[in-house]
């Protein structure tokens, strides 16, 4: 079971690295219209629906990778006082009230709106239009990879009520090597205890 759910944690980590470097690709195109448009007094229309669709992209395929890092936002600023068991049982029923319903819906009504559009050949409105039904399929797989790694935080949820703690994720890299930080830290605290003050010049003979 370990390895199932870790081999879907990779997955979702492959895929956020992969679009991750969509970010390049948006940057570099503002750039370039940029100077294109106010160097080159040379503007293109489609630039902007590309942006667009360039962010969507890299919007919704970092929901998966995002949520096997833990790392979506939460709202109740009491839930990390919570012990395990008990935040375990509060995931798992917003998992199940809500967060496979709306899964489900996304990812079924993203899979009729892309075969709708592939259907049309669907593009943009603009005067040099880009297509739009190969962007539409991004709906439907962003969906799917955040339902499974949803049934994986599930599973991570019914373990941690059985043994009380959370269990293991795939690491990745972090902007702040927090555990670095802590040790640190501890190890400032630890010498600053250890070594003994100097005596002060003067002090009482």
Known sequence: ????????????????????????????????EVFSRYVLNNPHDWTLDAQIMLYGTLFMMAGAYTLAKNGHVRGDVLYGFFEPRTQAALDLGLYILFFLPGIVALTWAGWTFGNESLAIRESTFSATPLP??????????????????????????????????????????????????????????????????????????
């Open 1 to 32: 079971m370990k390895r199932l759910l870790m081999a879907v944690d990779r997955a979702s980590t492959a895929l956020g690295h992969l679009f991750a470097w969509l970010i390049i690709v948006l940057t570099a195109l503002i750039a370039w």
């Open 132 to 205: 739009l039904y190969p962007f539409k399929f991004v709906i439907p797989v962003a969906g799917f990879m955040l339902l499974m790694q949803g049934l994986v935080e599930i599973v991570r949820c019914i373990q941690c009520l059985q043994t009380g703690e959370w269990p293991s994720r795939e690491a990745d890299v972090e902007e702040v090597d927090v555990e670095k930080l802590k040790e640190m830290v501890h190890a400032e605290d630890v010498s600053n205890i250890a070594a003994p003050k100097a005596a002060t010049p003067g002090a009482a003979s």
